[in-house]
């Protein structure tokens, strides 16, 4: 299959101009999607968030894209539309240089004590067995196979939603949620820099990868989840920090949830 060059309104995604970057193919047709300024506060934005899809893609697109991006310097992703159209841009991009500052550990451990001192003391039961103890983050995982091959397995498993593809400029797929100013867990952290820092960890112990999001849900592919029930509730800790509502309104505490991520390679998430 021949190659091309990126088309101009994808070379208005990178702060470069998308020098030396490549295609497959050419893309279905799509187009950008700004910043909406008022939803931002930021003013005009000096170039797109994102590119979309006009139309549903299948799992098979996305896996081609997924495979290109060395090439492209683009991570692709399943965008769900059911709860809000992705076109009227309430995105805040960040520069992903600031994901660096962050750290998995870091942002459990704040997202712990802040927790903990707001619960009931009967509450922490939900908990158990840390309590008001944060255990930090889980070892990491041992791949079941390549994080690729998964991603790709998630995404043909998720495609037949009839979701948008969406092309962001990062070098990592956790880089994307920042880089495109995605919104998902507003009511629990307002800065997405810090959640991304969070996937980043997940990308570098579990093989996690950026499948698909909606405006308050995240899907990622897993290929080295935790197979044993220690392991999994050490997880399931982490995933509490990340995302309460799917303890809380799960599950209801880390040793039900646990057992509903065993082994599994995937992960969901949901904001309220």
Not at 142 to 166: F, Q, S
Not at 254 to 271: C, E, N, T, V
Request: proline share 9%; glycine share 10%; with cysteine.
């Amino acid at each position: 299959m021949s190659d091309h060059r990126l088309p101009r309104e994808l070379c208005q995604l990178f702060a470069d101009g998308g020098r030396g970057r490549r295609l497959p193919a050419r893309l279905p047709p799509g187009d950008v999607v700004w910043p909406d300024p008022g939803y931002t506060g930021q003013g005009e934005a000096s170039r797109p968030a994102f590119w979309m899809s006009d139309e549903a893609v299948t799992g098979a697109d996305w896996a081609r894209l997924r495979e290109w991006h060395p090439d492209s310097g683009l991570w692709p992703i399943l965008l769900d539309e059911s709860a809000q159209p992705w076109a009227v841009g309430q995105v805040v991009p960040d520069d992903p240089r600031q994901i660096h500052h962050f750290t998995a550990e870091g942002f459990m451990a704040e997202v712990w004590q802040e927790w903990v001192a707001q619960m009931p003391r009967e509450a922490l039961e939900e908990l158990e067995p840390y309590g008001a103890i944060c255990p930090g983050p889980a070892a990491p995982g041992t791949l079941k196979a390549t994080p690729g091959a998964v991603a790709d397995w998630l995404a043909g498993e998720l495609a037949p939603r009839g979701m948008l593809l969406g092309l962001v400029a990062a070098a990592r797929s956790a880089d994307a949620l920042a880089v495109m100013g995605w919104q998902g867990a507003l009511h629990h952290n307002e800065w997405m820099v810090p959640m991304a820092a969070v996937v980043r960890s997940w990308e570098d112990r579990f093989g996690a990868r950026v499948v698909s999001i909606g405006f308050n849900t995240l899907e990622l592919s897993v290929a080295g989840p935790p197979v044993d029930p220690e392991h999994a509730l050490h997880v399931a800790a982490e995933h509490w920090a990340f995302c309460p509502d799917n303890v809380v309104q799960g599950p209801g505490d880390l040793q039900g949830y646990a057992d509903h991520i065993i082994g599994r390679h995937s992960w969901s998430f949901w904001w309220d």
